[in-house]
């Protein structure tokens, strides 16, 4: 495990006896480093309680040579970190997708943190609270104080609830990432609630994911005190503070129709970042934003046939049906549900790089 530099009292923490590490995931490890994921704790800079993660760092810099792995050319200039966040329903103890991510990183010699921000989304605490970004922005001090980081390549990702998170912690904290890659994320959670509400007997019946998002927000949408929670914990109503950042959004076309989030979510959160990024010709409008979530058809100004379409990057496990970009954020439609991949997710970070980092 790469030597620990305790800088600061605020940074301390507990390593877990190595009975509680996770084994590395199958695959080449160019680092040479055999590690475990590590379980450690991170005391909250807001309300100074034990937050865990799962933590893993090459043991020395990279020294592979590879231009195009992600990794620091030169000795000292540090590694590159990815932020991997859970589900929806998840802690920093799932396993999927996590090790995917994990294995790329490590093929790579980044530096990998997955932090719990206090768990599934069922509390007050948890659902993209100030309390559970502050737990994220922790785990990177934390990566900082504990490993040579370079500034400049500080990656965030996640799918469905962490990509909610990844949304949330990018508009509410710009100025940490190089980029940010967010898969069939929520980012309404009005809408969502509604789209997981029934109405039986002209009364509404919350499904599970709609009971959770009360749990969090202290009841269904419609009084003063849960509208304040709802739209302080849904990114759609904050991404334009990210205007100017690298984000990536991704969504699988089926999805609400196979899986619980409509693409809507997705369409709408590009919009608000195509309209503070300059572009908002690149907006989908309300008929293509129901052309795509409910006929899951594309509009014919996006097609990929025509000589000018985007290039589309391989590997990738789902075919790509509209790409748009606006400014430095691009929203990429594929056809598959509710799902992520990790290959182009880890492709597109690793061009990403902060210019105004040492």
Known sequence: MHELRFLSAFLMIVITTSADATDPPAGDDPTGSDAPLVEVTIPSSIDGTDQPALWWAPRSPKELGNEDN?????????VPLLVHLHTWSG???????????????????????????????????????????????DAVRFAQANADIDASRIYLVGSSGGGHMALQTAAHH????????????????????????????????????ARMIEAS?????????????????????????????????????????????????????????????????????????ALIRDERRTPARDSLTDGGAPAIEQPRRFE???????????????????????????????DQQRTDRP
């Open 91 to 137: 802690g920093y103890r799932q396993a999927s997708p996590r090790d995917s991510f994990w294995a790329l990183a490590r093929q790579r010699g980044w530096a990998f943190i997955h932090p719990h921000f206090r768990g599934p989304n069922q509390t007050p605490e948890a659902c993209g609270s100030a309390l559970a970004m502050a737990d994220v922005v």
């Open 217 to 289: 927000c202290g009841g269904p949408p419609g009084t003063p005190a849960t509208d304040r929670e709802y739209v302080a914990r849904s990114p759609l109503f904050h991404l334009h503070r990210a205007a100017g950042l690298p984000i990536d959004i991704n969504v699988g076309i089926h999805d609400g129709h196979k899986g619980s989030v409509p693409t809507d979510q997705s369409l709408l959160a590009f919009n608000v970042l195509a309209e503070a990024n300059g572009d908002p010709g690149a907006a989908f409008t309300a008929e293509e934003v």
């Open 320 to 350: 790509v049906l509209l790409r748009r970009t606006a400014g430095p954020a691009r929203i990429t439609v594929f056809d598959g549900g509710h799902t992520h991949d990790e290959q182009p997710a880890v492709a597109w970070l690793t």
């Open 174 to 209: 710009p100025e940490l990432w190089a980029g940010v890659s967010a898969w069939v994320p929520i980012s309404d959670l009005f809408a969502w609630h509604a789209t997981h509400t029934k109405i039986e007997d002209d009364q509404p019946k919350p499904g599970r994911y």
């Open 70 to 78: 992600g990794a620091p050319d030169e000795v000292g200039e540090g």
